[in-house]
């Protein structure tokens, strides 16, 4: 076999057999194969997408390039969840303990951030103690004890997928759908829940800007998902604005708390009610009704927010501070962005929104970044929201960047108005089985 052969068969458009998938990303992730003969086969991929078998097969052959997680000495059924990546995402923090005292499994492998969209395991770390690095045998004895445990993702599961993304990332390759469908999916089937939920975002601010291609990314996963043996459901939803109010590693814990204390109950509540009901629903809690009312018990009965304090302490984190959201440190400094004429806000640009939030601190521009964990964005509008000249729209925080003007222009120029009430898209746009 030869890396020109495969290339070109893609190229036009010919169908590649599981031999040769397999040879080129083997020989990939062992050096043999370089990175210009790759970036070329990725490239062709964008212009000519793998058939929905080619895609299987690529998911499964890069699942298998590194070590396989058993869950199997965890009681009961274990479900995951994924985000495709938001801005002001913060659900996993609310639905893992919703559906631990619902009953479920929830062994959660998170990510940090990088560019403009943040990562839970940074957010995590904005807990004083919280431990993001534990042994396998710990992480299953916290899921075993607590329900649930959220951790990085460690040791070497799908090093093809490490080198493969490095490469999209600054060859244009990104936004394919069957490159996204199988970095996610070989990643999430070497994870080993019994059930996965997909959260695929789609708006300003996500891989899909339009429902088309979010559909097309969710059938996809799915089908893969459940060929590989995995029950999976997706939900497509809206990110055209930020998800909640905050936008920041502390700053979105403490918003998860809100949500969880029941003191907060908007959009991102509504959100985290349907996920969770779907996640139960997944895991053979009952009917859809049944679960949403489980985890509606859950956040209202105050055990929710309980759990997510036991499962920080269970980490090595301060769970006062869960408790407590006092004790995060505030923020040195601040800047509101006002608005100096009325009418409605029609569109708030996440990605926008997101690039301001690293200027203020709370992201990264390259992986050795240091991040702000009290940096970030509270939003005080939506879209939707009548406003008047004067107006607050939102907040932007730092402990290290003094001067916030330039955060602040880039921040108030994602905010869209217009002088008619406009259509707000439901969180929740549909939902893939
Ligand atoms: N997230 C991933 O893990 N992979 C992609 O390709 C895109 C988003």
Redesign the pocket.
Known sequence: MNAVDIITKTKRKERLTKKEIDWLINGYVEGTIPDYQMSAWLMAVCFNPLSDTETLMLTEIMRDSGDKLDLSSIEGVTVDKHS??GIGDKTSLIIAPICAVCGLKVPKMS?RGLGFTGGTIDKLESIDGFKVNVEFKDYVDIINKNGAAIIAQSGHLVPA?KKL?AL?DVTGT?DSIP??CS??MS?KLATGADCLLLDVKCGTGA?MKNQDDARQLAELMVQVGKKADKLTRAMITDMNQPLGNAVGNALEVIEACNILSGKQKDRLYDLCIQLAANMLELGGKGSYEKCRRAAIEAVDSGKALQKLADIVEAQGGKKEMILDTSLFPTPVYSREVKTNCGGYICGINSEEIGMAALMTGAGRKSKEDTIDSSAGIILQKHVGDKIHSGDTIMTLYSSTVKDLTAAAERAAKAVELSAEIPNVRSVVLEVVQ
């Open positions: 495709t990546g990510g997928d993304y999209r990104v490159l996204i970095s996610i990643k891989f």
